[in-house]
């Protein structure tokens, strides 16, 4: 089926789906490590799975390019960064996911690569590495201070443009369309939208990059599990109406949040489920996510429950405003959740 002319919404439903006659409906859960000899699949770390390419093909679908599955978002930025060469210079958000930081930390310090670090608003600064930079690796909106970064603006020069979409979901941005080469996703988050898998993807704009991306996952092992796959897939089918009544909450949330006295600051980019407010100090936030009832204190975002974090007390963002407090919007009545903000801010 050409999926062209579909909206992103209906791609994630209707891609990646068995269609002869007799198939079930949806794709199955298929837990092979190997494949009788002669035809297709031969042994999972090299070739995959049913079930792994069905959301590869419906990923692939939505954001317009060749989608491949990892065991976890970190495998999938490992993955890219093992396609550079020694001494390659890598620009990277001053803010971003704590996660990718550390990997690039880790290889400048065995002087595998170079890093070079601007701050998000800094659009000379980012066109700067588009230019010098092997690569440039932008999260728009960055994690967690959901800074707004011109993709479409960096591409066409020097650099390969990298772009970690997971707070944004494939739904709600193609980078691919922007120009950008890579895309990367943690499906952890919103696309398996549970809290009950891991599982990372990346989509390649060109061909002979994915199979790059598929030789380094093969080198490395970081395949991910059926059922993380056949989860992963199942959160895409119901992303659309996820996304769009968390979204709809954390709108009507964040211009709450910022006409209280106690909030210093809302960082909100106008849309999606994430919302980061400021508190006077690292006191005060930890406060507000031990008083908090329904919302509950812990990493990570996307699930369908309210979660919320002080990203400064990990030591990978030990930078990051002290008072700075992470909300991921979950599937919760929004006036519940303002009452329980409200009595926890008090």
Known sequence: MNFDDLAPRTRAVAAGRPDEPGQPLNTPLVPASTFLAGAGFKYAREDGTPTWLALEETVGAIEGGHAIAFASGIATAAAVLDLLDVGAEVAVPVYSYAGTRGLLDHAAAKGRLKVRRVEPSDQAGWLAAAREADVVWVESPTNPTLDLIDIAGLTGHRARVVVDNTFATPLGQQPLAL??????????????????????????????????????????????????????????????????EQSRTAALLAPRLGEHPAVTKVRYPGQGTMIAFDLADAGAADKLCASLRL???????????????????????????????????????????????SQALT
Request: net charge negative.
């Open 295 to 341: 919302i509950r204190h812990a990493t990570s975002l996307g699930g369908v429950e309210s979660i919320v974090e002080r990203r400064a007390m990990w030591p990978g963002d030990a930078h990051v405003p002290a008072g700075l407090v992470r909300f991921s919007v979950g599937l919760e009545d929004p006036e519940d959740l303002w009452r329980d903000l």
């Open 179 to 244: 120009g950008a080469d890579i895309v990367v996703h943690s499906a952890t988050k919103l696309i398996g939208g549970h809290s009950d898998l891991l599982l990372g993807l990346t989509i390649a704009a060109d061909e002979g990059v994915a199979q790059e991306l598929r030789d380094a996952r093969t080198r490395g092992g970081a395949t991910p599990g059926a059922l993380e796959a056949w989860l992963a897939l199942r959160g895409l089918r119901t992303l659309p109406v996820r996304l769009a």
